[in-house]
Structure formats: C-alpha cells, structure tokens
C-alpha cells in the first residue's frame, strides 16, 4: 500500500483521523496541566490542495479532498465535533492567505495540534523522509514548542517517554508503504508502555484485504494493554472495488467522556464520507475500562 500523503491529504481517512484527534486533544485539555503531542509520522506537516500531486515516473494522481474535507466544507448543520474540525481548517486556510471561503490548504496533525496547543503544551514532530522533514521544519522553524525530529518516530517513544509533563497524546500514524508495518506499530507501543503505561495513544490503521487487521488485533492481546477503544469508519461495503475500505483509530487510555463524543459524531461521518450503501461506523472496547 503506497501512502505518499500529498495526493491523499485532506481524504475520508484525514477527516476520520483529524476529527477524532481534536477530540482527543481536547479531552486533555479539560485539565490545566499541560502534555506532550508526539506524532511519530507528521509528514510535511501542511499541504497545498492546488498543487497536481507528481507519482514516480511523472505520473499524476487524482487528489482525494474532495471526497473527504471537499463534502464537510460548505456542509450545513454538522454535528458540533465535526464543525469545530472544519472551523479550525478554515483557520488555517485564512492564516496562509487563502481567499476568504476557498479551500486552498490542509492542515496535517501537526498543524492541528498548534492550532490547538495552550502555552503549557509541547510538540515533539518526528518524520523519516528527509524531503518531507525539511518541508515540516520549514513550517514550524518560528513555532514555539514545537521541535521537529528527522528519523524513525518509533525510535522516539523510546527515547521521549516518559515526558517531563507526566501526561502525552502520542499519534502513531505511519504511511503503511512496508508490509511489517503492524509489526513496528506493535514493537512501538510494546515499548511506550513499557516506559509510560498511562500515555494516550492513538494508532491509525487502514482497513484492507492486505492489511492483516485481524491479525493485527489479536497480537495486540500480547501486550496487556490499558483500557482500548477501537473505532472504525468504513466508507464501502466489503465487495466493493476499492482496496481501502475505511480506515481505524485504537485509542489507549482514552480520556473521560471521549467515548460517548466519539460516538456522537460517527453516523455524521459514514453518512458524509461513504461512497456505497454500504459505510459503517461504529466503536467497541478491546480492552474495557474497569
């Protein structure tokens, strides 16, 4: 599965992964002491939805907006959680000098989360591709709290945890370009919480034929995990042609009353994004809280 970002920023799979994100973000923030955000695969932190995404070999792709934040944009009447996403894209949008109304860039998780983050709050940005680590720097070379890290994010829950702020929101959300990407997700959180069991994670997970989920959930019963939440969003029935069929997110230690805001807010998504009769979305406790 190629998951290069540029041609697939702001698709069905961002607005699922970004609207749950603030509401994990924000959930942490009912408590004045601050956190550190670390996302293990940020990516170039911002994209530019005008620009023609270029494949190898000078091929070009379709780009996936307007499937996913393109249906939420001029939308009316959404749910509060998802009119708070789309507000903080229009931000964003406004603070890069986009025309009043237009839908010109999007946001990544790291921009996300310093749109969000109090001053008490820290960013720990890592990304692998050098070309896409120097596009993050560049966007946050003048954020304060915010550092960018050029190499494996899985190298940094080992060397990042426990914070100093005693309270993080870790973002696992690797590009699933390897076929032993579940493996280095379970090695990652094996050693996260081996180092900080009472962290927040938040593991993104595409639903395919290939992908190997099911495997994927048994193997995490090994870990002895806190309690989990497993949430997922399919946008096409299971005999549909497209490989992806939707995508999840496995919350760790989800914070207070974020179950139910999750819940609140699914049937607006499989209602907005599906692409057949056939989306879905639902949650359901791995491991349950006591």
Same mark, same amino acid.
């Given at each position: 599965m190629n998951y290069r970002?540029?041609?697939?920023?702001?698709?069905?799979?961002?607005?699922?992964?970004?609207?749950l994100l603030? &509401?994990?973000?924000?959930?942490?923030? %009912?408590?004045?002491?601050?956190?550190?955000? &670390?996302?293990?695969?940020?990516?170039?932190?911002?994209?530019?939805?005008?620009?023609?995404?270029?494949?190898? /070999?000078? %091929?070009?792709?379709?780009?996936?907006h307007p499937g996913?934040?393109?249906?939420?944009?001029?939308?009316?009447?959404?749910?509060?959680?998802?009119?708070?996403?789309?507000?903080?894209?229009?931000?964003?949008?406004e603070q890069r000098g986009a025309a009043p109304g237009e839908l010109h860039y999007y946001p990544g998780s790291p921009c996300f989360a310093r749109l969000l983050a109090r001053p008490q709050e %820290? &960013?720990? &940005?890592?990304?692998?591709?050098e070309v896409d680590a120097e596009a993050l720097a560049y966007e946050f070379g003048r954020a304060p709290r915010g550092t960018?890290?050029?190499?494996?994010?899985?190298?940094?829950?080992?060397?990042l945890l426990p914070p100093p702020e005693k309270r993080a929101l870790v973002l696992i959300d690797p590009p699933f370009e390897e076929q032993q990407e579940f493996a280095e997700i379970l090695a990652g959180l094996r050693a996260a919480l081996t180092r900080f069991p009472s962290g927040v994670y938040a593991v993104w997970?595409?639903?395919?034929?290939?992908? /190997?989920?099911?495997?994927?959930?048994?193997?995490?019963?090994?870990?002895r995990l806190p309690p989990t939440l497993a949430v997922e969003l399919r946008v096409a029935a299971d005999s549909a042609a497209v490989p992806m069929k939707g995508c999840g997110l496995l919350v760790l230690n989800p914070p207070w009353k974020v179950e139910d805001e999750i819940r609140a807010v699914?049937?607006?998504l499989a209602e907005l994004l599906k692409t057949d009769t056939g989306a879905t979305a639902g949650c359901t406790w791995l491991v349950p809280e006591s």
């Open positions: 970002h540029h041609f697939h920023a702001g698709n069905y799979a961002d607005v699922f992964k970004h609207a603030l &509401l994990l973000f924000r959930a942490m923030q %009912r408590k004045e002491k601050g956190f550190l955000f &670390l996302d293990t695969h940020a990516g170039r932190g911002a994209y530019d939805l005008t620009e023609e995404p270029v494949l190898t /070999g000078g %091929r070009t792709r379709e780009p996936e996913g934040i393109g249906r939420l944009w001029g939308a009316a009447s959404l749910p509060p959680a998802l009119a708070d996403y789309v507000a903080l894209v229009r931000t964003y949008n %820290r &960013l720990a &940005l890592c990304e692998l591709q960018v890290r050029v190499g494996d994010g899985y190298q940094a829950l080992k060397a997970y595409p639903l395919t034929g290939r992908a /190997g989920v099911e495997d994927f959930m048994r193997e995490l019963a090994v870990l699914l049937p607006a």
